[in-house]
């Protein structure tokens, strides 16, 4: 079978490997489509990789070929999304129920693994993974359009982070994959005016498309002057995991209103006091979200996500600005760094199975 392997900074390999067998407990699936998430960017440009070569992918669907001793939950030929962590601690030492809490230590990374990064992943024609991984779609829901509910269920798992009433006014930080899901999160969960904020007119634009109703170049136009006549909102959405917006959050909240940090960021980051002041002078709330799951495991957000999709309420093709094949290799990951992109999700077509 052909596999997609990081074997070095800014090296891929299209490899012929052996297609691997449905072990015990997991099953073999036929990948349709896999996702480039923003997180596989380093991992390709630095190599930054657990080890090489390295079959990337976390964000994929596929369909069922076979499956391993033990195995009843699931059948052959069943469509599936597939969630890519795998817990590997004791169920009971799971914080409130949820395996991603697990890894809240440096020292707990041995407590879990994850498909696409400490093993193969979705960019091969076939990969193997646990039955309890696998999410079967409903009718009338795309194989391609099932790729993308590992990073809805992410946008699912940080807006429920906190409550807000119908008609809030919210922000959003950031419009890349994440910040787009989460707008459109939002308006589904009943959210009035929403503010998007980004330095890419592109993304802003899409943001737009989706139910931002009021865009912000902040490279443009200072949030500060925009403030300067309108209410600060209650409630925020970081999802840049940039050192810049990540103190905006702090700093652009009503009294008493809540911020969620969803971005990752990778910076190091240091408040000035009078920032850091406004957490206690407005009474602020800030929280952290992390992943994409709750108890049962994997959680109710990789079915929310299904439900939203098969109803329509969100369309994931729409966010998807191309497919490529593996034989394409880098020429996604090229596109996604370009400045000021317009790509949003950039998908490899690994078999035509929709």
């Known amino acids: 079978m052909q596999a997609l392997a990081v074997t070095g900074a800014k090296q891929f390999e299209l490899q012929e490997i052996a297609r691997p067998t449905a072990t015990p407990g997991n099953v073999l699936i036929h990948v349709a489509y896999c996702g480039i998430c923003g997180s596989d960017i380093p991992r390709y440009f630095n190599g930054a990789v657990f080890q090489t070569p390295q079959i990337l992918g976390h964000e994929f669907a596929g369909i069922v070929a076979s499956v391993g001793a033990g195995v009843t939950t699931i059948k052959v030929g069943a469509r599936v999304a597939v969630a890519p962590f795998r817990p590997l601690s004791d169920p009971q030492t799971w914080p409130e129920g949820n395996p991603s809490l697990s890894t809240a230590e440096p020292a707990n990374d041995h407590s879990f693994s994850f498909i696409g990064t400490k093993e193969p992943g979705g960019m091969a024609e076939w ?83 989706i139910g931002a109703d009021v865009l912000i170049n902040s490279q443009q136009h200072a949030l500060a002057d925009f403030f300067k006549t309108e209410a600060l909102p209650q ?109 949003v999700k950039l998908m490899y077509e690994i078999s035509e199975q929709d």
């Open 127 to 209: 990969v193997v993974v646990p039955a309890a991984n696998c999410v079967p779609l409903p009718a009338g829901v795309a194989l391609h359009q099932a790729a993308m509910v590992e990073p809805l269920a992410v946008a699912i798992h940080a807006v429920d982070r906190i409550s807000f009433p119908a008609g809030a006014t919210v922000m959003v930080l950031g419009t890349g994959t994440i910040g787009l899901l989460t707008i459109a999160v939002l308006k589904a969960r009943g959210a009035g005016k929403v503010i998007a904020v980004d330095i890419n007119p592109n993304k802003l634009a899409i943001a737009q498309q």
């Open 235 to 343: 409630y925020v959405f970081e999802a840049a995991g940039n050192p810049v917006t990540e103190m905006q959050a702090l700093q652009y909240t009503a009294c008493r209103g809540k911020i969620v940090y969803v971005g990752i960021g990778v910076q190091p980051l240091t408040f000035p006091a009078k920032t850091f002041e406004n957490l206690m002078r407005r009474e602020l709330t800030m929280t952290g979200s992390w992943n994409a799951y709750s108890a049962p495991f994997p959680g109710y957000e990789w079915t929310t996500a299904l439900d939203y999709i098969k109803t329509g309420r969100i369309d994931t093709a729409q966010f998807i600005t191309g497919f490529y094949h593996l034989a394409d290799q880098a020429t996604p990951f090229e596109e996604m760094v370009t400045p000021n992109s317009k790509q």
